[in-house]
């Protein structure tokens, strides 16, 4: 069973910076993606960016939400088997609860999700 553990999360003004990190009890080399989703209060869980996993290419393919092009930035760490999320020139619509997941396949559902981790950004 994979386990996603997100961290980072916490309350931060506007134009601030906040680094998330996911840990994976397992390879990241095991997933085809990982990404990054939140969700905010009376909205849909949406995608904010997505990496695919490919041990071998030296590039990492990523794609975005258009709403945060530009100030996020997904990552990985194949050694330590953590995916990250650098958020910066945050806004007040930020606001959400971040997860991390992943999925065995690259198209599809995700299969393992995280238990989220709190972004609040204040005015």
């Known amino acids: 069973q994979v386990q996603l553990v997100e961290s980072g999360g916490g309350s931060v003004q506007a134009g601030g910076s906040l680094t998330l990190s996911c840990a994976s009890s397992v390879s990241i080399g095991s997933l085809k993606t990982m990404g990054w989703f939140r969700q905010a209060p009376e909205k849909q869980r949406a995608m904010v960016a997505i990496i695919d996993i490919d041990p071998i290419s030296p590039d990492d393919s990523t794609d975005y939400a258009e709403s945060v092009k530009g100030r996020f930035a997904i990552s990985r760490d194949d050694d330590k088997n953590m995916v990250y999320l650098q958020m910066n020139n945050l806004k007040p619509e930020d606001t959400a609860l971040y997860y991390c997941?992943?999925?065995?396949?690259?198209?599809?559902?995700?299969?393992?999700w995280g238990q989220g981790t709190q972004v609040t950004v204040s005015s």
């Open positions: 997941a992943g999925r065995l396949r690259p198209w599809g559902e995700y299969n393992y």
